[in-house]
Nanobody, 116 residues
Framework: QVQLVESGGGLVPPGGSLSLTCTTSGSAVNIVAMGWYRQAPGKERELVATINRGGGINYAEPVKGRFTISRDNAKTTAYLQMNSLKPEDTAVYYC??????????WGQGTQVTVSS
């Protein structure tokens, strides 16, 4: 059974930084990409950043230049470094794995709150 566990969320003032970690376990095969998504209250879940199995990276426009996605060599842990955080970055952040068949695996989410 595939499990994804996020950690690292919390409360940070505007302009601050947080680092999220996603640790995966289980027997997911043919993972084509890992990524981070977020969902703010009253809004739909949206893409933050993805990294594919070849190392290609994609960022949502609102986070470009501020967030950095990475992963370990074993491709079992993904990271999201978030700098220059803004109140509009407040959301529950979810880790995702997607297979070549289009199946998605999700973590339980971690809350990020940007507020003074």
């Amino acid at each position: 059974q595939v499990q994804l566990v996020e950690s690292g969320g919390g409360l940070v003032p505007p302009g601050g930084s947080l680092s999220l970690t996603c640790t995966t376990s289980g027997s997911a095969v043919n993972i084509v990409a890992m990524g981070w998504y977020r969902q703010a209250p009253g809004k739909e879940r949206e893409l933050v950043a993805t990294i594919n199995r070849g190392g290609g990276i994609n960022y949502a426009e609102p986070v470009k230049g501020r967030f950095t996605i990475s992963r370990d060599n074993a491709k079992t842990t993904a990271y999201l470094q978030m700098n220059s955080l803004k109140p509009e970055d407040t959301a529950v952040y979810y880790c995702n794995e997607r297979t070549t068949c289009g199946q998605d695996y999700w973590g339980q989410g971690t809350q990020v709150t940007v507020s003074s």
